[in-house]
């Protein structure tokens, strides 16, 4: 499965962005899903997931009750719907496939390229 992911931007402390992954080549169906983060200097950290159907999430701390992640297996297209930004959220985010939610958060089997999001305060 191919994935694009899209979305970043600059944006201000407070503000609020949505990140896109749309996927190809396979039916995102097949997938649990997840968003990536990686700030410049830190490894790379995995921000949230989702189970197939949608019906399982996951956040990492930091980032619960800000972002909800969520999927659109019909368009082939998981969303990262990122509120309340803080400086501390600026990386680039990259979309990940994986065949199991153990999977997603150890080794996701296809990842998309990234998308840059830039918080100023």
């Known amino acids: 499965v191919q994935l694009q992911a899209s979305g970043g931007g600059l944006v201000q402390a407070g503000g609020s962005l949505r990140l896109s992954c749309a996927a190809s080549g396979r039916t995102l169906s097949m997938y649990v899903m997840g968003w990536f983060r990686q700030a410049p200097g830190k490894e790379r950290e995995v921000v949230s997931s989702i189970s197939w159907s949608g019906g399982v999430k996951w956040y990492e701390d930091s980032v619960k009750g800000r972002f909800i992640i969520s999927r659109d297996n019909a368009e082939n297209t998981v969303y990262l719907q990122m509120n309340s930004l803080k400086p501390e959220d600026t990386a680039v985010y990259y979309c990940?496939?994986?065949?199991?939610?153990?999977?997603?958060?150890?080794?996701?089997?296809?990842w998309g390229q990234g998308t840059l999001v830039t918080v100023s305060s």
């Open positions: 990940a496939a994986a065949a199991s939610i153990a999977n997603i958060r150890k080794g996701p089997d296809y």
